[in-house]
């Protein structure tokens, strides 16, 4: 099918900055600098990848699932070059980009073992002789995505959708464009299928022109909930489903009975996860009172002995933040906070050496409360902020007391009133007992409120971008 969509989408055309570039957060250097796509080359990227999907969405599940396998064997084969390339693109140090690949490459080969039966038809009785539910694909999903998990953003969508039959593009976030550009690599190189994924090299700008663009019937985005509110404004007036999720500001709440240092050990796994900067990182701390003191201490330990530095460094555990610029903005933020009447009793410096480029060290703020930046805000970064609660009741309230609903966490010995909280109080789309927010193949994640809406993963993710058909025999 052909369009005139680079005629009709002057924003796209004026959006064209001709090249974009990678820089090192080390060190401040362009790692490489891509081409920036045209419209002309965005349309016809678009329309090979439709032209694809009209036979691939002809194709079995065991084609697919073979297709999913294939990709998770590369993954593993170049799991090393791959973890490199974030570590140069964003700062992610070695062990945790290894880690990421090895979680693609699951999520590939869950939906390779359980897709076929998410997928099959549903018999349903009724008065007609035969009646079921189809899931069919939609065709092109397209994907935003950001750069603090340059990979596994891309895969937990991309996995179902390949799955599910639809194809898919990508706008990623320009700062890794290299790790864009070898995710097309490695659906091209399992040789299935030509062009059922394509990656876009282009700013953000063109966003608009790609989700007006007649072939793409969906968007997914992964980011900012101003970016979502104007992807879903857009996609919306265009009657184009979409999925959501956006920005957090996770509660966990420290109850007096608590395991307090091994709370404590968790809780800074949690918020220092990718540098703290990850929506369902750990942000607040909600610690009742009476333990108030204990905690922060092995707090306060737990994250003095995180050792930053090179990411390319196997001992490294925290890298450099993704952009100077990112860095400042958070810099900003503590000292705003402090001015407000918090107290910073670890880190809020930025380092003085010229060669420390984007690094910012493990941070915590005490007496953080309602009206304070770190309270009413998302704290994208490597900072704690130590809020007191009276007691249970008061720390779901201060929880709840949030735009936000992505994730949430409570610690405690008492296992019935953690499920209790977990499932009936807080106000999130995954609550987790004695253990950090994370995401699983095989559990569906997104959030609710400003966190966004849908689902990504599981049973639940895969059936977002199908076609939920109707089949009635009389």
């Known amino acids: 099918m052909k369009s005139n969509y680079s005629t009709q989408n002057s924003e796209m055309k004026c959006s064209f900055t001709m090249s974009i570039s990678s820089i090192n957060p080390v060190n401040g250097q362009v790692i490489k600098t891509y081409q920036e796509d045209t419209p002309e080359i965005i349309n016809k990227k678009i329309e090979q990848v439709h032209e ?21 064997g590369l993954l593993k084969e170049r799991q090393d070059e791959l973890a490199t390339l974030m570590a140069l693109e964003m700062g992610k140090p070695l062990k945790a980009g290894l880690a990421e690949v090895l979680k693609c490459a699951s999520v590939c080969e869950y939906y390779a073992t359980n897709g076929a039966s998410f997928l099959a038809d549903r018999h349903v009785e009724t008065s007609a002789s035969k009646s079921f539910i189809s899931f069919q694909p939609i065709g092109i999903v397209l994907a935003v995505m950001p750069w603090n998990f340059p990979f596994w953003q891309v895969f937990r969508f991309l996995s179902p959708a390949l799955m599910a039959g639809n194809c898919g593009v990508l706008k990623h976030a320009s700062s890794v464009t290299g790790c864009a550009l070898a995710i097309e690599k490695l659906v091209e190189d399992a040789g299935f299928h030509t062009h059922v994924f394509k990656t876009l090299i282009c700013g953000s700008k063109a966003v608009s022109g790609v989700i007006a663009h007649p072939l793409v019937k969906a968007v997914t985005l992964t980011g900012s909930t101003e970016a979502g509110q104007k992807v879903a404004e857009q996609a919306g007036s265009l009657i184009k489903k979409t999925v959501l999720e956006l ?44 333990v108030e003191t204990e905690f922060i201490a092995h707090l306060k330990a737990a994250m003095a002995a995180k050792k930053t530095g090179d990411p390319l460094h196997e001992t490294t555990e925290l890298g450099p933040m993704a952009k100077v610029s990112l860095r400042d903005e958070l810099h900003e933020q503590v000292l705003k ?12 410096e930025i380092p003085a050496s010229k060669g420390d480029h984007a690094f910012y ?31 249970v009741a008061d720390a779901v309230r201060i929880a709840n007391d949030t735009p936000f609903g992505l994730g949430a966490a409570v610690f405690t010995s008492d296992l019935v009133l953690a499920e209790d909280i977990a499932k009936n109080q807080l106000q999130a789309g995954s609550c987790f007992v004695n253990e950090g927010v994370k995401s699983d193949p095989a559990l569906p994640f997104g959030g609710i409120n400003q966190s966004g809406y849908g689902r990504e993963l599981g049973l639940f993710g895969i059936h977002e971008f199908v076609n939920v058909k109707t089949v009635y025999i009389k």
């Open 337 to 348: 906070t402090i001015a407000q009447g918090a107290t910073c009793i670890l880190g809020g």
């Open 361 to 391: 060290q493990p941070t915590i703020l005490t007496g953080v409360k309602k009206g304070m930046l770190a309270y009413d805000e998302e704290i994208f970064g490597p900072v704690a902020a130590i809020i007191s609660a009276e007691d």
């Open 52 to 72: 694809s999907w009209t036979a691939y969405r002809q194709t079995d599940f065991e084609y697919r699932a073979n297709f999913l396998l294939k990709i998770a």
């Open 247 to 290: 920005g957090g500001s996770d509660p966990y709440l420290i109850l007096a009975d608590a395991d307090l240092k091994e709370a404590a050990k968790v809780c800074a796994e949690a918020r220092l996860i990718n540098n703290g900067q990850s929506c369902i990182a750990a942000k607040r701390f909600i610690v009742v009172k009476e």
